[in-house]
């Protein structure tokens, strides 16, 4: 992975996505390196490298964000509309860290999106927060399932558990199961206990969200299920069974 400090003329821009006004990503690129991500195909960035071999750090994020609220920018803030904004890199940078602090003395409102627990670092900030809810991705409980799409991502069962440290200490909380993918996420068995664990993590919502297959995502999903002998087209049950199989095989 090669990583790369830029300098980001703007922080917040705007949302077209539904209840947010502002987008804020501290990075571009990220880590996790979903298979069945089409965040590429929309920014268009680093077309010749695979998803999540180049990140770019807004060095200068917080800064800029501390300006553009002092001129009055308000409304409802979006972090990781993108890029997941607690990928590896946030450990050691802080920007979402960072851009919290600034947000939450500006009295701003914010919805966070990541399939990462590294959120609940965050908690001091989050849990007397009014204006803040967290949503977790996550759209099939069976680690084989995500290190497979999902593989440099944490596992599904820390995921859920994030969602009910963060729903015990008062944070509004919500589960995005996304994407479900025709016969690798579908099942009805897999989708009722995803819905059994964020009901028992005490979620109050769940936004269900399809595979969407631009075609860079797209590509990369056939590559990716191709490595195991696996196919995108395929019927939805069948797959799924073939899947389980291929990837209980490599288990064993």
């Not at 990503?25 to 069945?36: D, K, L």
């Not at 967290?134 to 995921?159: F, W, Y």
């Not at 200490?169 to 016969?183: N, R, S």
């Amino acid at each position: 992975m090669a990583v790369r400090m830029v300098q980001c003329k703007s922080a917040a821009s705007r949302s077209r996505l539904p209840g947010l006004d502002w987008a804020i990503n501290p990075y571009r690129g990220c880590s996790h390196a979903c298979a069945y991500c089409y965040s590429q195909d929309v920014t268009r960035f680093e077309l010749n490298k695979s998803w999540g071999e180049v990140i770019e750090v807004k060095v200068n994020m917080v800064d800029v964000l501390k300006k553009e609220l002092r001129r009055g920018t308000r409304g409802t803030y979006g972090i990781g509309t993108v890029t997941d904004p607690y990928q590896s890199l946030e450990k050691q940078y802080e920007l979402t860290r960072g851009c919290l602090n600034v947000l939450k003395s500006a009295g701003a409102k914010i919805s966070i999106l990541t399939k990462s627990d590294l959120v609940l670092r965050d908690l001091d900030l989050l849990r007397d927060w009014p204006g803040a809810e967290v949503g977790i991705s996550a759209a099939s409980l069976d680690d084989r399932v995500s290190q497979l799409v999902e593989p440099g991502a944490p596992s599904p069962a820390r995921r859920i558990d994030a969602l009910a440290k963060l729903s015990s200490e008062g944070v509004e909380t919500y589960l995005m199961a996304a994407p479900v993918i025709h016969g690798l996420s579908d099942s009805e068995e897999g989708l009722r206990l995803l819905v059994g664990k964020a009901h028992a993590a005490h979620v109050p919502r769940i936004m269900w969200d399809k595979f969407n297959p631009k075609p860079m995502a797209t590509s990369r999903m056939r590559r990716t299920l191709a490595s195991r002998s696996l196919s995108l087209e395929q019927d939805s049950e069948e797959n799924m069974l073939r899947i389980r199989r291929v990837l209980q095989a490599e288990c064993n």
